[in-house]
């Protein structure tokens, strides 16, 4: 073998190695996630390991007589607009703020990314103590001077969608705005000089300049958030537990019931399942929408 | 800095402290160990061995844990424990006894748990450790000195629907609870409001609690989850149809659409929605006990042994402030409050079941119970020579003016576990807990909600096949 064509083919190798420790993590990723499915199709159900048997759809099809089941779909999509909307708007908000010419702007940047560093399980705790329903609580303490409240936070079914939607808000809206912040500075300068020439007013320049330049930026952060919405459990499971009146159970927080409060894996599975359609079919569809988006700016 | 001023009031209590210096530790445990060493058993004889033990937050755990070196100095077998918030600490608990690896070798349970755990045999009968003489010495443990009536509720037949009391032990108590009402005696007295002997009653005392003294009437657990209806709900119900009546009919219906039930559960919501915490509907058990304890209510009605808590003068607004007195009475004039035991049980899947063993004996044995009482305020006792010890008798005597000892005692003539046996009674009762939401928010006449939470009971017990 010359020397050569030796060298060829440890060349032909390396890809696959290099691939290994990506192939290992996937096979850890699949094992369990191909087990998951398969009990989908099972009346697997821990405290009855006799009754065990493989149900085809039947855990599915019955999902649809369950009562919980509308409400918890209905919530998981009414949650993840109004989340994305909310986030993405704010986030933008933030990100135009901080791209400014503002006194203090290096730590303000630094400053609005410590939400992050913080796990939301803990974020969550944190919210509920400073939103306690009485007026123990400091947001309700604080929005007394505004002659505000005292707002039910945690204990009325709107109150609690609204607490889950703000903690889930605070927690992500940094990532949204270090996206846009950083699109923002990418930003090509020239159409910006135009319009000035032109002696076009800020309100235009953002309305027709930096949104259509940003707009795959925008769908961008929005579909993470939507992915992120869609299942978002920690928030919702610290503080309301899907209460109150089922008002914040979405299909995570259902299916976590069903597997882990009840023990019935296969249906469980089943909801889980859904959920993942659902993530999938969502992000799809807004990855399509970026692809649309990204080549119209680039032309 | 918890442990070691938990340490010295025990020490206080005991009378102890000398103005000699305290002897060497090596004494002192020898000490200790000598009360151990008496019983004819050889506590050696699993030397070398390892135990995981699974434990749920709470105050029974608080006081094992310290006690934990000592079994490993008489045993020398190896403890580790895990423990977690009971939620996740039952999830996990489930998911373990399931898969039959014995990753917990001794769990921490209670009687209605276990109905879960036998019918799918994950845990061991006892009565097989408690008559072999090389591994227990029945005269020194003395299985009788424990309360017969929470000893048998440990037992269980395994019939669905029945059966408590009958056939294998597979737990052993080691803290008891029933359901009382703790009320502010100075408001109380202030503006004249009657002691309520009626659930009628009681909605009124309070709404005049909240009216006049500005806080709410009564405090309550109000999360959709079993945890809401297993206290005071369900007690004063059990009462309130004089104990003749059951979640679950002889056919193994549902049966909250009863009109007593209906009645009962209208007043109990109307009283929280009027006169409750405005979240009542996000309240867990330790918010309701805060809640008393910062005096930010009237009246409490669950676990008695939560007394330790509001008596506490180190963290209670209210210590020396509070009545204790039975839940209303039904129309035969008695109180069937439920009662629960917090128990140590054996997985069947452990590898070292004769370690698992030497562990629950110690734990339950008479000394570690006292110091777990005496040392870390584990109210209350399970064995009688413990609840009888006179320095237990002070500190539970003080409570309340002597109320608290004299109503505990009271209610344990006609407390029992008040759920009916069955392995889903977790699903049962969430289910039930949020037919309350609806009722609690106007989405549902009580008697519709309670009727639809029957059809759900019906459809879940079928399809476990509990119900033909």
New interface residues.
Partial sequence: MTPKRRRRRQEAFLPYLLMAPALVLLAGILYPFSVGIYYSFTSY?????K?FRFVWFDNYISLFEE?LFDRALQFTLGFTVAAVILQVGLGLAVALFLHGRIPGRAVLRALMLLPLMIPPVITALMWKIMM???NAGIINYLLSFLGLG?V??????WG?IASVLIIDTWGNLPFVALILLGALQALPTEPYEAARVDGASPAAMLRYITLPLLSPFLILAGTFRAMDSLRVFDVIYAT???????ATTNLHIMAY?FA????QIGKGMAQAVVLLILVVLVSYLLLRLWNRASERTVQ | MRIPRRWLSALLLTGLVTTQAPPPAAAQDSEALAYYRQAKINWRQAEGQSLTIGLNKHPFTESLLPLIPQFRALTGINVDYLILPE?EYF?KL??DL?QQRGEFSVIMTAPIRNW?YV??DWILPLDGFLSDPKLTDRAWYNLEDFFPGLLASNRWSGKIGGGIGEGPLYSIPVLSETYILAYRKDIFEQYNIKIPTTIEEMAEAARLVKKNAGIAGITAR????VASIGTGFISGLKSYTDNQWGELDAQLRGNLHDPRSVKYTETWVNMVRESG??????VQWYDAMEAFTAG?AGMIADADFFAANYEDPSKSKVAGKVGYALLPAGPGGKTYASLSTWALGINKATKNKDAAWLFVQWATAQRTLLNATLGFRNYNPTRSSVFNDPEVQKVMGSWGNGNYLKTVARNLETARVAWIPQ?ER??VG?IWA?SL??I??Q?MSAADALKRADA?IDKVLKE??IRP
Avoid: C
């Fill in positions: 159900w821990l405290q009855y390991p009754r009562a306690a329903s009485t005292p039910n936070w945690f204990g009325s079914p609690a309301t537990m899907g209460g109150p009146n089922d019931q882990f409060q009840w023990y | 939620a999830t489930a998911a399931s879960g019918i799918p109000g999360t959709p989850s915490p405005p979240n009542w509907a996000n930010q392995p977790v699903r969430d949020r939401h609806e609690y928010f989405k759900e476990a096949g």
